[in-house]
């Protein structure tokens, strides 16, 4: 078979790396990859975006199954086309994917068929939401109603900052359109807890919980990252927090999406928070989530495409989808700067290939200059580490860091230190 995946961060490599493990692939394109993908599949330099050119290429080369990973593709609607060429795809249709691509939407959709979350106003008018942070209790949450490369969310301990994260977004468009609306909600509680689930609309299977860890330095201090490590699974999502989901938030979510005309089959990413009043549904994703799938697919025992198959056929209930036992953790290598200003082309150099060796190495802002690599984003590179126990897959993965550097490299030293102390 000859798949197509589209992306090239971090997620899109661990996706690739386990669907290079089906005997029937023979072929895997990326678009557009990144320098270190180029060495399991063959990286074609077309943008995630650019629907017109990917949906062209796949029928070009015959291409029998794609994956589309990204959520900006997704939210365009890249399955859609993509289905229109003839070619089966695993991911959300557009509209579909809406349930990432508005907020709005999905606290509405959530308040219609009683799916617990926080309370919240969405506000069109900037006038309106600045007189609701006036008043509205303290902290409090507000949220660009579009993507924003995951970084559209600003918790907010005073009124001057609450009324300064209203006007940036909707008056100064820190966040472009994605910021024309936003969501006002309350500060909710309580240990964060992320469960990927495999769905195709009827059955729901949720994958491994992991936690991620989206502040930019130790102690959840600095500023909101795409995530600077995770851990799997996640002790705070105990069997009976993940019956409570399954029975108030992941069947009512997929049949709420079917009652709305909106059918999900893809992977669906519940962000939760455990609160005293039980769980709740802080955000969802349309899509693996980055970097939880670096820890999550690891895991997996059943073969990756298989399942990936039955969803886009229908079929998941045929599927028995297993998961090893044990923990894993995934520490990301970041720029300096990052999620600020960074530099990029600094050379990615081995110093200890036998600590490097015991990691996973999944890339995510890599680049191939003259023959070397060479960074290219914000967050480099992620090491996962399993192992029998979550504190010997930290142990590994921390150790597994000292074995490549570049300039001006940094990440964080307490990824699982909360999950250890909770374990």
Known sequence: MKILVVGGGGREHAIIRKLKENPSVEKIYALPGNGGIARDAECVPIGAKDLPAIAAFAAEKAVDFAVVAPDDPLVLGAVD????????????????????????????????????????????????????VKAAPLPVVVKADGLALGKGVLICQTRDEAEEAVRAMMENRIFGESGARVVVEEFLEGPEVSVLSFTDGETIVPMVSSMDHKRALDGDEGLNTGGMGTIAPNPFYTDEVAARCMEEIFLPTIRAMKAEGRPFRGCLYFGLM????????????????????????????????????????????????????????????????????????????????????????????????????????GRVLGLTCTADTLAEAVAAAYDAAQGVTFEGAYYRRDIGARALRNS
């Open 81 to 132: 086309l993509l289905e229109e060429k003839d070619i089966p795809c695993f991911g959300p249709r557009r509209n579909a994917a809406i349930i990432e691509g508005s907020k709005a939407f999905s606290k509405r959709l959530m308040k219609k068929y009683g799916i617990p979350t926080a309370a919240c106003e969405i506000f069109d008018d900037m006038n309106k939401a600045l007189a609701y």
């Open 274 to 377: 455990i609160t005293r009043d039980g769980p709740k549904v802080i955000e969802y994703n349309c899509r693996f989530g980055d970097p939880e799938t670096q820890v999550v697919l690891p895991l997996l025992k059943t073969d990756l495409l298989t399942i990936m198959r039955a969803v886009s056929e229908g079929r998941l209930a045929e599927v028995d989808v297993e998961f090893r036992k044990g923990a894993a953790c995934c520490l990301i290598l970041a720029s300096g700067g990052y999620p600020s200003h960074y530099e990029k082309g600094k050379e990615i150099i081995v110093t200890d290939a036998a600590k490097l060796s015991r990691a996973e190495v999944f890339h995510a802002g890599t680049a191939l200059k003259d023959g070397k690599l060479v960074t290219s984003g």
